[in-house]
């Protein structure tokens, strides 16, 4: 099983991005998935994640309505979609995968444990 995190780069701030969750060895529709991010020097937090339940999703307060969460189960990928750029969002994302419905407590580091991780992408806002 591996989960691959893609689609990050350096953009100015007010920029977009749209980042790819992709899964080999599983299927992501089985899956909730979230997205986490790490800053240097900072602890992980998340961002965003989506339940294989019923598709309800959830946004951390400091992304909300910047970022959005969405599946395309054809293509095996979940994404993020970043806009409006913030310095501050600067940090490598990661995306992970767990069987079970997920909630807001799941963006709570610790608190929860996800099935997979998958290797991160890094995120660099800067004029």
């Known amino acids: 099983v591996q989960l691959q995190a893609s689609g990050g780069g350096l953009v100015q701030p007010g920029g977009s991005l749209r980042l790819s969750c992709a899964a080999s060895?599983?299927?992501?529709?089985?899956?909730?998935i979230g997205w986490f991010r790490q800053a240097p020097g900072k602890e992980r937090e998340g961002v965003s994640c989506?339940?294989?339940?019923?598709?309800?999703?959830y946004y951390a307060d400091s992304v909300k309505g910047r970022f959005t969460i969405s599946r395309d189960n054809a293509k095996n990928t979940v994404y993020l979609q970043i806009n409006s750029l913030k310095p501050e969002d600067t940090a490598v994302y990661f995306c992970?995968?767990?069987?079970?419905?997920?909630?807001?407590?799941?963006?709570?580091?610790?608190?929860?444990?996800?099935?997979?991780w998958g290797q991160g992408t890094q995120v660099t806002v800067s004029s």
């Open positions: 992970a995968a767990d069987l079970g419905p997920v909630d807001s407590d799941y963006l709570i580091v610790g608190l929860h444990e996800y099935d997979y």
């Open positions: 060895g599983l299927t992501l529709d089985d899956y909730s």
């Open positions: 989506i339940s294989n339940e019923d598709g309800s999703t």
